[in-house]
């Protein structure tokens, strides 16, 4: 994860694919059409690069997850950065797999859940 301003200015994180985690999805979508051992001979090329999360600091949301790191709030920093990595992979065009969404889904039920009770006390 990085922390860079970027634009617009509206989105609070993007993913930024390079050219390895291009290269990793590629070969992931051949080792899909492939059978069996080749198509395991692919993936483990593949390696574990990935898209590079990115964090605009101006952003009123990357603020407030400073200011709850600050306060020990860790478990609500890491869902929301969850959420986050999420949000900017929907948007890249990733999250084609159930599971992927299913996960996306929980968290942010649970997110919501914990803004709503913080609310009613």
Request: aromatic fraction near 2%.
């Amino acid at each position: 994860m990085r922390v860079r301003a970027f634009e617009p200015a509206e989105l609070p994180a993007v993913l930024v694919e390079g050219r390895r985690a291009r290269a990793r999805r590629d070969l992931d979508a051949l080792a899909a059409a492939l059978p069996g051992a080749l198509a395991d001979a692919a993936a483990g090329v593949a390696g574990t690069a990935r898209p590079r999360l990115f964090l605009d600091p101006r952003h009123p949301l990357v603020e407030a997850l400073g200011r709850a790191a600050e306060a020990g709030r860790f478990e609500a920093v890491d869902e929301a950065l969850l959420l986050l990595d999420d949000q900017a992979a929907l948007l890249a065009g990733h999250h084609r797999d159930p599971a992927d969404r299913a996960r996306l889904l929980a968290t942010l039920a649970r997110a919501l859940l914990r803004g709503l009770e913080g609310e009613a006390r």
